[in-house]
Protein backbone atom coordinates (compact mmCIF):
# COMPACT_ATOMS: atom_id res chain seq x y z
CA UNK A 1 0.00 0.00 0.00
CA UNK A 2 1.21 3.29 -1.05
CA UNK A 3 1.48 6.07 1.21
CA UNK A 4 -1.01 8.60 1.48
CA UNK A 5 0.18 12.99 2.66
CA UNK A 6 -2.04 13.20 5.60
CA UNK A 7 -0.76 16.62 6.00
CA UNK A 8 -4.04 17.83 6.21
CA UNK A 9 -5.16 15.65 9.57
CA UNK A 10 -7.17 18.28 11.79
CA UNK A 11 -6.68 15.46 14.93
CA UNK A 12 -8.42 11.93 15.88
CA UNK A 13 -12.03 12.45 16.91
CA UNK A 14 -13.83 10.86 20.08
CA UNK A 15 -17.04 8.97 20.23
CA UNK A 16 -18.16 6.84 17.16
CA UNK A 17 -19.49 7.20 13.55
CA UNK A 18 -21.51 4.95 11.27
CA UNK A 19 -21.53 4.76 7.50
CA UNK A 20 -22.87 3.16 4.98
CA UNK A 21 -21.99 1.76 1.71
CA UNK A 22 -23.42 -0.36 -0.91
CA UNK A 23 -22.44 -3.00 -3.07
CA UNK A 24 -21.82 -2.24 -6.98
CA UNK A 25 -21.92 -5.03 -9.87
CA UNK A 26 -19.53 -4.60 -12.85
CA UNK A 27 -20.84 -3.78 -15.79
CA UNK A 28 -17.82 -3.84 -17.20
CA UNK A 29 -15.02 -6.15 -15.88
CA UNK A 30 -12.58 -5.60 -13.28
CA UNK A 31 -9.64 -8.56 -13.26
CA UNK A 32 -6.29 -8.54 -13.25
CA UNK A 33 -4.15 -5.83 -11.26
CA UNK A 34 -1.01 -3.95 -12.94
CA UNK A 35 0.55 -3.48 -9.08
CA UNK A 36 -0.69 -6.25 -6.95
CA UNK A 37 1.39 -4.18 -3.69
CA UNK A 38 -0.56 -1.03 -4.30
CA UNK A 39 -4.19 -3.06 -5.09
CA UNK A 40 -3.44 -1.10 -8.69
CA UNK A 41 -6.31 -2.45 -11.22
CA UNK A 42 -4.93 -3.74 -14.88
CA UNK A 43 -8.25 -2.39 -16.45
CA UNK A 44 -10.65 0.18 -15.97
CA UNK A 45 -14.06 -0.53 -14.99
CA UNK A 46 -17.49 0.84 -15.20
CA UNK A 47 -20.57 -0.38 -12.41
CA UNK A 48 -23.29 -0.02 -11.05
CA UNK A 49 -24.55 0.89 -7.43
CA UNK A 50 -27.30 -1.54 -6.12
CA UNK A 51 -29.48 0.05 -3.13
CA UNK A 52 -30.56 -3.65 -1.72
CA UNK A 53 -27.08 -4.81 -0.99
CA UNK A 54 -24.83 -2.38 1.69
CA UNK A 55 -22.40 -2.50 4.45
CA UNK A 56 -22.64 -0.54 7.52
CA UNK A 57 -20.00 0.17 9.48
CA UNK A 58 -19.61 1.78 12.76
CA UNK A 59 -16.02 2.87 13.83
CA UNK A 60 -14.98 4.03 17.41
CA UNK A 61 -11.40 5.27 18.14
CA UNK A 62 -9.95 3.90 21.98
CA UNK A 63 -6.58 4.62 23.02
CA UNK A 64 -6.79 2.03 25.93
CA UNK A 65 -7.00 -0.62 23.84
CA UNK A 66 -3.93 -2.83 22.62
CA UNK A 67 -4.82 -4.24 19.47
CA UNK A 68 -7.69 -3.10 16.65
CA UNK A 69 -10.84 -5.00 17.02
CA UNK A 70 -12.91 -6.29 14.12
CA UNK A 71 -16.36 -7.56 14.78
CA UNK A 72 -18.09 -8.63 11.03
CA UNK A 73 -21.97 -10.11 11.12
CA UNK A 74 -21.48 -10.25 15.44
CA UNK A 75 -18.29 -12.37 14.89
CA UNK A 76 -14.97 -11.15 16.22
CA UNK A 77 -12.74 -11.48 13.69
CA UNK A 78 -8.60 -12.34 13.88
CA UNK A 79 -6.02 -13.58 11.69
CA UNK A 80 -5.47 -12.61 8.41
CA UNK A 81 -8.71 -10.66 7.99
CA UNK A 82 -7.63 -8.29 11.14
CA UNK A 83 -4.60 -7.94 10.03
CA UNK A 84 -5.57 -6.22 6.76
CA UNK A 85 -8.02 -3.93 8.50
CA UNK A 86 -4.98 -3.22 10.53
CA UNK A 87 -2.86 -2.62 7.38
CA UNK A 88 -5.91 -0.15 6.09
CA UNK A 89 -6.21 2.31 9.17
CA UNK A 90 -2.54 2.73 9.48
CA UNK A 91 -2.49 3.42 5.64
CA UNK A 92 -5.22 5.85 6.30
CA UNK A 93 -3.23 7.26 9.27
CA UNK A 94 0.01 7.65 7.87
CA UNK A 95 1.40 5.94 10.74
CA UNK A 96 1.43 2.50 13.16
CA UNK A 97 1.25 5.33 15.89
CA UNK A 98 -2.25 6.10 16.23
CA UNK A 99 -4.91 5.27 18.37
CA UNK A 100 -6.68 1.37 18.09
CA UNK A 101 -9.86 1.32 16.66
CA UNK A 102 -13.28 -1.07 17.71
CA UNK A 103 -14.75 -1.66 14.55
CA UNK A 104 -18.60 -3.76 14.13
CA UNK A 105 -19.56 -4.20 10.47
CA UNK A 106 -22.82 -6.08 9.00
CA UNK A 107 -23.65 -6.81 5.50
CA UNK A 108 -26.77 -7.77 4.69
CA UNK A 109 -26.22 -10.21 1.95
CA UNK A 110 -23.79 -13.50 1.82
CA UNK A 111 -20.47 -12.32 2.39
CA UNK A 112 -17.23 -13.30 0.03
CA UNK A 113 -20.06 -15.07 -2.24
CA UNK A 114 -19.54 -13.09 -4.85
CA UNK A 115 -21.76 -10.05 -4.32
CA UNK A 116 -19.10 -7.59 -3.44
CA UNK A 117 -18.91 -7.26 0.17
CA UNK A 118 -15.24 -6.69 0.48
CA UNK A 119 -16.42 -3.55 -1.98
CA UNK A 120 -19.25 -2.21 0.23
CA UNK A 121 -16.99 -2.71 3.19
CA UNK A 122 -13.90 -0.80 2.92
CA UNK A 123 -15.70 1.60 1.20
CA UNK A 124 -17.75 2.23 4.59
CA UNK A 125 -14.84 2.15 6.44
CA UNK A 126 -12.87 4.53 4.32
CA UNK A 127 -15.88 6.82 4.89
CA UNK A 128 -15.78 6.46 9.05
CA UNK A 129 -12.28 6.78 8.67
CA UNK A 130 -12.28 9.75 7.15
CA UNK A 131 -14.27 11.15 9.70
CA UNK A 132 -12.48 9.67 12.62
CA UNK A 133 -9.51 10.93 11.74
CA UNK A 134 -10.20 14.34 10.28
CA UNK A 135 -8.31 13.75 7.35
CA UNK A 136 -11.11 15.90 5.08
CA UNK A 137 -10.71 13.97 1.86
CA UNK A 138 -12.94 14.96 -1.35
CA UNK A 139 -14.70 11.88 -2.56
CA UNK A 140 -11.69 11.43 -5.61
CA UNK A 141 -9.74 10.65 -2.95
CA UNK A 142 -11.60 8.59 -0.79
CA UNK A 143 -11.79 6.20 -3.67
CA UNK A 144 -8.43 5.91 -4.28
CA UNK A 145 -7.98 4.98 -0.18
CA UNK A 146 -11.11 3.07 -0.40
CA UNK A 147 -8.84 1.27 -3.33
CA UNK A 148 -6.29 0.02 -1.44
CA UNK A 149 -8.65 -2.06 0.67
CA UNK A 150 -10.61 -3.32 -2.11
CA UNK A 151 -10.34 -2.70 -5.91
CA UNK A 152 -13.92 -2.42 -6.33
CA UNK A 153 -14.20 -0.19 -3.00
CA UNK A 154 -13.59 2.88 -5.38
CA UNK A 155 -16.67 2.39 -7.37
CA UNK A 156 -18.90 1.89 -3.91
CA UNK A 157 -18.13 5.25 -3.00
CA UNK A 158 -20.34 6.55 -5.59
CA UNK A 159 -24.05 6.37 -6.65
CA UNK A 160 -25.75 5.45 -9.82
CA UNK A 161 -22.96 4.57 -12.58
CA UNK A 162 -19.60 5.02 -11.99
CA UNK A 163 -16.05 4.30 -13.54
CA UNK A 164 -12.70 3.14 -12.09
CA UNK A 165 -10.04 4.90 -13.68
CA UNK A 166 -6.68 3.29 -15.21
CA UNK A 167 -3.61 5.10 -14.39
CA UNK A 168 -0.34 5.14 -15.46
CA UNK A 169 1.79 6.40 -12.10
CA UNK A 170 3.20 3.76 -9.90
CA UNK A 171 1.94 5.83 -7.10
CA UNK A 172 -1.85 5.27 -7.81
CA UNK A 173 -2.91 8.38 -7.92
CA UNK A 174 -4.80 8.69 -11.13
CA UNK A 175 -6.04 5.02 -10.13
CA UNK A 176 -9.63 6.82 -9.02
CA UNK A 177 -13.34 6.51 -9.10
CA UNK A 178 -15.57 9.14 -10.72
CA UNK A 179 -19.81 9.09 -10.95
CA UNK A 180 -20.60 9.03 -14.53
CA UNK A 181 -24.52 9.24 -13.96
CA UNK A 182 -26.02 9.41 -10.37
CA UNK A 183 -29.30 7.14 -9.57
CA UNK A 184 -31.80 9.26 -10.96
CA UNK A 185 -30.35 8.74 -14.56
CA UNK A 186 -32.26 5.68 -15.43
CA UNK A 187 -34.77 3.49 -13.86
CA UNK A 188 -33.04 -0.14 -14.50
CA UNK A 189 -33.42 -3.48 -12.35
CA UNK A 190 -30.76 -5.58 -11.68
CA UNK A 191 -31.78 -8.71 -9.86
CA UNK A 192 -29.13 -11.27 -8.09
CA UNK A 193 -30.19 -15.27 -8.76
CA UNK A 194 -28.67 -16.45 -5.72
CA UNK A 195 -27.21 -19.98 -5.83
CA UNK A 196 -25.05 -20.02 -2.65
CA UNK A 197 -24.75 -18.35 0.38
CA UNK A 198 -21.43 -20.23 0.73
CA UNK A 199 -18.30 -18.32 1.07
CA UNK A 200 -16.00 -19.09 -2.42
CA UNK A 201 -13.15 -21.17 -1.87
CA UNK A 202 -11.01 -18.85 -4.03
CA UNK A 203 -10.87 -15.47 -3.24
CA UNK A 204 -10.91 -12.64 -6.11
CA UNK A 205 -7.01 -11.23 -5.09
CA UNK A 206 -5.63 -14.76 -5.82
CA UNK A 207 -7.96 -15.99 -9.13
CA UNK A 208 -6.54 -12.26 -10.79
CA UNK A 209 -3.14 -12.96 -9.67
CA UNK A 210 -3.10 -16.61 -10.96
CA UNK A 211 -5.24 -15.91 -14.00
CA UNK A 212 -2.00 -12.85 -14.45
CA UNK A 213 0.22 -15.19 -14.72
CA UNK A 214 -0.80 -18.05 -16.22
CA UNK A 215 -4.07 -16.84 -19.02
CA UNK A 216 -2.84 -16.74 -22.28
CA UNK A 217 -5.19 -14.36 -23.30
CA UNK A 218 -4.53 -12.11 -20.58
CA UNK A 219 -3.08 -9.54 -22.95
CA UNK A 220 -5.74 -9.43 -25.12
CA UNK A 221 -7.85 -8.40 -22.23
CA UNK A 222 -6.45 -5.64 -21.02
CA UNK A 223 -5.90 -4.68 -24.92
CA UNK A 224 -9.51 -4.84 -25.43
CA UNK A 225 -10.93 -3.12 -22.71
CA UNK A 226 -10.58 0.77 -23.53
CA UNK A 227 -12.93 0.22 -26.30
CA UNK A 228 -15.62 -1.71 -23.82
CA UNK A 229 -15.12 1.19 -21.14
CA UNK A 230 -16.04 3.74 -24.18
CA UNK A 231 -18.78 2.17 -26.26
CA UNK A 232 -20.43 1.33 -22.66
CA UNK A 233 -19.54 4.88 -21.88
CA UNK A 234 -21.62 5.90 -24.74
CA UNK A 235 -24.79 3.35 -23.97
CA UNK A 236 -25.09 4.63 -20.89
CA UNK A 237 -25.55 8.65 -21.73
CA UNK A 238 -27.89 7.53 -24.57
CA UNK A 239 -29.76 4.93 -22.12
CA UNK A 240 -29.62 2.32 -24.94
CA UNK A 241 -30.43 -0.87 -23.17
CA UNK A 242 -29.64 -3.29 -25.97
CA UNK A 243 -26.26 -2.24 -26.43
CA UNK A 244 -25.56 -2.11 -22.43
CA UNK A 245 -26.32 -5.41 -21.49
CA UNK A 246 -24.81 -6.59 -25.06
CA UNK A 247 -21.39 -5.08 -23.71
CA UNK A 248 -22.00 -5.97 -19.86
CA UNK A 249 -22.77 -9.71 -21.15
CA UNK A 250 -19.42 -9.81 -23.67
CA UNK A 251 -17.11 -8.28 -20.74
CA UNK A 252 -18.71 -10.96 -18.45
CA UNK A 253 -18.16 -14.32 -20.75
CA UNK A 254 -14.63 -12.39 -21.23
CA UNK A 255 -13.70 -12.16 -17.72
CA UNK A 256 -14.71 -15.88 -17.17
CA UNK A 257 -13.35 -17.34 -20.30
CA UNK A 258 -9.95 -15.63 -19.63
CA UNK A 259 -10.25 -17.50 -15.91
CA UNK A 260 -11.07 -20.75 -17.00
CA UNK A 261 -7.66 -19.90 -19.11
CA UNK A 262 -5.31 -20.19 -16.21
CA UNK A 263 -3.30 -22.69 -14.78
CA UNK A 264 -5.28 -24.55 -13.16
CA UNK A 265 -8.50 -23.23 -14.63
CA UNK A 266 -10.81 -21.11 -12.36
CA UNK A 267 -14.35 -22.10 -12.13
CA UNK A 268 -17.18 -19.96 -9.78
CA UNK A 269 -19.95 -21.61 -11.03
CA UNK A 270 -22.64 -24.04 -9.61
CA UNK A 271 -24.71 -25.97 -11.90
CA UNK A 272 -27.58 -23.56 -11.14
CA UNK A 273 -25.31 -20.45 -12.69
CA UNK A 274 -25.02 -22.74 -15.44
CA UNK A 275 -28.72 -23.49 -15.61
CA UNK A 276 -29.86 -20.17 -15.12
CA UNK A 277 -27.78 -18.50 -17.64
CA UNK A 278 -29.38 -20.52 -20.53
CA UNK A 279 -32.61 -19.54 -18.69
CA UNK A 280 -31.84 -16.09 -19.69
CA UNK A 281 -30.82 -16.30 -23.01
CA UNK A 282 -34.02 -18.75 -23.27
CA UNK A 283 -35.90 -15.33 -21.98
CA UNK A 284 -34.20 -12.84 -24.12
CA UNK A 285 -35.12 -15.89 -27.62
CA UNK A 286 -38.64 -14.98 -26.53
CA UNK A 287 -38.73 -11.23 -26.46
CA UNK A 288 -37.58 -10.23 -22.76
CA UNK A 289 -35.22 -7.69 -22.63
CA UNK A 290 -32.41 -9.33 -20.10
CA UNK A 291 -28.72 -9.75 -20.11
CA UNK A 292 -26.61 -11.61 -17.46
CA UNK A 293 -23.36 -10.87 -15.75
CA UNK A 294 -21.77 -12.99 -13.02
CA UNK A 295 -18.43 -12.02 -10.81
CA UNK A 296 -15.80 -13.97 -8.61
CA UNK A 297 -18.78 -16.12 -7.46
CA UNK A 298 -21.35 -18.18 -8.21
CA UNK A 299 -24.67 -15.53 -8.25
CA UNK A 300 -26.22 -14.47 -11.75
CA UNK A 301 -26.79 -10.97 -11.88
CA UNK A 302 -29.40 -10.45 -14.40
CA UNK A 303 -29.89 -6.40 -15.66
CA UNK A 304 -33.50 -5.68 -17.24
CA UNK A 305 -36.02 -3.15 -17.22
CA UNK A 306 -38.86 -2.85 -14.59
CA UNK A 307 -41.73 -4.05 -16.69
CA UNK A 308 -39.38 -7.09 -17.11
CA UNK A 309 -39.08 -8.39 -13.33
CA UNK A 310 -42.24 -10.36 -12.60
CA UNK A 311 -42.10 -12.73 -15.31
CA UNK A 312 -37.77 -13.10 -15.11
CA UNK A 313 -38.34 -13.64 -11.47
CA UNK A 314 -40.97 -16.44 -12.21
CA UNK A 315 -38.72 -18.24 -14.70
CA UNK A 316 -35.21 -17.91 -12.44
CA UNK A 317 -37.06 -19.14 -9.76
CA UNK A 318 -38.01 -22.20 -11.21
CA UNK A 319 -34.32 -23.03 -11.59
CA UNK A 320 -33.17 -26.10 -9.35
CA UNK A 321 -30.69 -24.31 -6.50
CA UNK A 322 -31.70 -21.10 -7.13
CA UNK A 323 -32.77 -19.75 -3.33
CA UNK A 324 -33.38 -16.36 -3.90
CA UNK A 325 -33.68 -13.47 -5.92
CA UNK A 326 -32.85 -10.30 -4.56
CA UNK A 327 -34.21 -6.75 -6.38
CA UNK A 328 -31.91 -3.89 -6.53
CA UNK A 329 -32.08 -0.12 -7.92
CA UNK A 330 -29.76 2.04 -8.67
CA UNK A 331 -27.70 2.99 -5.15
CA UNK A 332 -27.09 5.86 -3.63
CA UNK A 333 -23.36 6.73 -2.82
CA UNK A 334 -21.96 6.13 0.63
CA UNK A 335 -22.95 8.19 3.44
CA UNK A 336 -22.48 8.97 7.18
CA UNK A 337 -25.67 7.54 9.07
CA UNK A 338 -27.49 7.84 12.19
CA UNK A 339 -26.73 4.26 13.77
CA UNK A 340 -29.53 4.68 16.08
CA UNK A 341 -31.71 4.72 12.37
CA UNK A 342 -32.78 1.02 11.17
CA UNK A 343 -33.67 2.30 7.59
CA UNK A 344 -30.50 2.51 5.62
CA UNK A 345 -32.01 4.66 2.53
Known amino acids: MENLNHSNIEGYRSGSVTAVAHSNIALVKYWGKRAVQNNLPAVGSISLTLDALYSKTNLELKDRLDQDIFVLNEKEVEGKQLRR ?5 DLAAGTKDRPKAHIESENNFPTGAGLA ?7 ALALAVNDRFGLNLD ?7 ARQGSGSAARSLYGGFCEMKLGTKEDGSEDVAIQLHD ?6 RLLVAVTSTQKKELGSTEGMNRTAQTAPFYDEWIASQPTDLEEMKKALSARDFEKVGELTEHSCFKMHGLA ?8 YWNAATTETIHRVWKLRQNGIQAYLTIDAGPQVKILCLPESVETIKEAVLGVKGVEHIIEAKPGTAAHIVD ?3 EIIL
Open 260 to 267: LAARPPIL
Open 85 to 89: ISDFL
Open 117 to 123: SSASGFA
Open 339 to 341: PEK
Open 139 to 145: RISLSAL
Open 183 to 188: QSHWDV
